[in-house]
């Protein structure tokens, strides 16, 4: 069984950085494209970031420029740097990935149970 597990979120004020970590674990064969999306209350869930694994990434543009997705390969790992917050940011932050099980099966997608990040003076 895959599970992906978020830390880092949290209470910050205006301008102020958290990062967010997710780890994949269980039986993983090769992990492709990793994400980040948050929710708002009474909003969409929405994509925030996104990595391949080749590296490129993405970025919705109410963030670029403040934040920055990265991943570590090895521990199946992928991280979000948020820098200048602000109270828009204010969110449950997912962790969403496609992961093949199996050379012989095609990826499949699996979600975080989601970290809460207040952006609050």
């Known amino acids: 069984q895959v599970q992906l597990v978020e830390s880092g979120g949290g209470l910050v004020q205006p301008g102020g950085s958290l990062r967010l970590s997710c780890a994949a674990s269980?039986?993983?064969?090769?992990?492709?494209?990793m994400d980040w999306y948050r929710q708002a209350p009474g909003k969409q869930r929405e994509l925030v970031a996104t990595i391949t694994s080749g590296g490129s990434t993405v970025y919705a543009d109410s963030v670029k420029g403040r934040f920055t997705i990265s991943r570590d390969t090895a521990k199946n790992t992928v991280y979000l740097q948020m820098d200048t917050l602000n109270p828009g940011d204010t969110a449950v932050y997912y962790c969403h990935a496609q992961i093949q099980l199996s050379p012989l099966r095609w990826p499949s997608a699996y979600w975080g149970q989601g970290t809460q990040v207040t952006v609050s003076s």
């Open positions: 269980g039986s993983i064969f090769s992990i492709n494209v």
